[in-house]
């Protein structure tokens, strides 16, 4: 019997599968997999002998066209981006739907939809962000985008005009728990932050080195270790983001073992930079300050 031709046939290369790698085609028809096997026939072939066959990836944290906040922007739109993340091997990117000053999270995500719109030439989808220019509606807003597919929400517990209070926090997570969604926190202790800094300026230390100390790991960590006390107390699903540190992970290893609902990431970043290279030359230094910083050698390799 004659093997179904497919409209298009990846063949011959090395194929992730669940239970490990194999040798063989995929045939694809109407824009999904179809077949995995050896010998599929299709109308159109890719040659791919020699190479690895994966799913696309799916980038789940990324900032693209959002609004300029203290003269600062993004350096790609949702072209550029979508462009950037293809040739990556990324198929999916959900990037954040950011809030200009003293905007509704709703209107946010109607900017967001409206940048992306015929531009990212990939899936995706949004997250959306809450901060204290919200609104009083809060669980209106968020009930408002569920039914639009939103199935996620960013807090902030730093960064003047995004940090949340206590309360605020508290209506996200219970109308996050009511709705299914996922909260994901920007965990690291504002008043911490702003009291180091200006006792930094005020002794003129100010080179790139002291971001690690204005933003210190236990600043994060405190922080963490507040979100995840209030996921605990409403039940709510958490994501910590960005996490830099050994002392952060272990307070999320700490809340899992209680039970709490939460994951964490961190990022390429964390991983490879440390904090000498805040000691290099001022122009070369700067490339390196992001928030949380980047850590000891003790903390890249926990």
């Known amino acids: ?93 959900v990037p954040f739907g950011m809030p200009g000053p003293n905007m509704t999270t709703v209107d946010a995500l109607e900017r967001a939809m409206g940048c992306a719109a015929g531009r990212s030439i990939i899936d995706y989808g949004l997250h959306a962000v809450v901060t204290m220019g919200t609104g009083a509606n809060v669980e209106a807003q968020l009930s408002q985008l569920a039914g639009q597919g939103i199935a996620s929400v960013k807090l902030f517990m730093t960064y003047q005009g995004f940090a949340v209070d206590d309360d605020l926090f508290f209506t996200v997570l219970d109308t996050a728990r009511k709705l299914g969604w996922i909260v994901m926190v920007h965990a690291e202790n504002d008043a911490a932050i702003r009291r180091t800094r200006q006792r930094l300026i005020e002794l003129g230390r100010t080179e790139m080195r002291y971001h690690a100390v204005a933003h210190s790991e236990i600043m994060e960590r405190e922080a963490t270790h507040r979100a995840l006390a209030l996921a605990e107390m409403t039940g709510a699903r958490m994501t910590i983001v960005h996490v830099s540190s050994q002392q952060s992970a272990e307070e999320v290893a700490r809340a899992r073992q209680r039970g709490v609902d939460v994951a964490a990431e961190t990022c390429p970043q964390y991983l490879f930079l440390g904090a000498a290279d805040l000691d290099r030359p001022g122009r070369d230094a700067a490339r390196f300050v992001f928030s949380p910083p980047p850590r000891t050698p003790h903390s890249r390799q926990h």
């Open 1 to 93: 019997m004659a093997r179904r031709s497919h409209q298009l046939v990846v063949k011959g290369g090395r194929v992730a599968l669940d239970d490990g790698w194999r040798d063989c085609d995929v045939g694809i028809d109407d824009g999904r997999i179809a077949a995995i096997d050896s010998g599929l026939q299709g109308g159109q072939t890719i040659d791919a002998a020699g190479l690895w066959v994966m799913p696309g990836g799916i980038d789940a944290h990324c900032h693209l066209d959002q609004p300029v906040w203290g003269g600062a922007g993004n350096a790609d739109d949702f072209e550029s981006g979508s462009i950037s993340a293809a040739f990556g091997g990324t198929t999916c990117i």
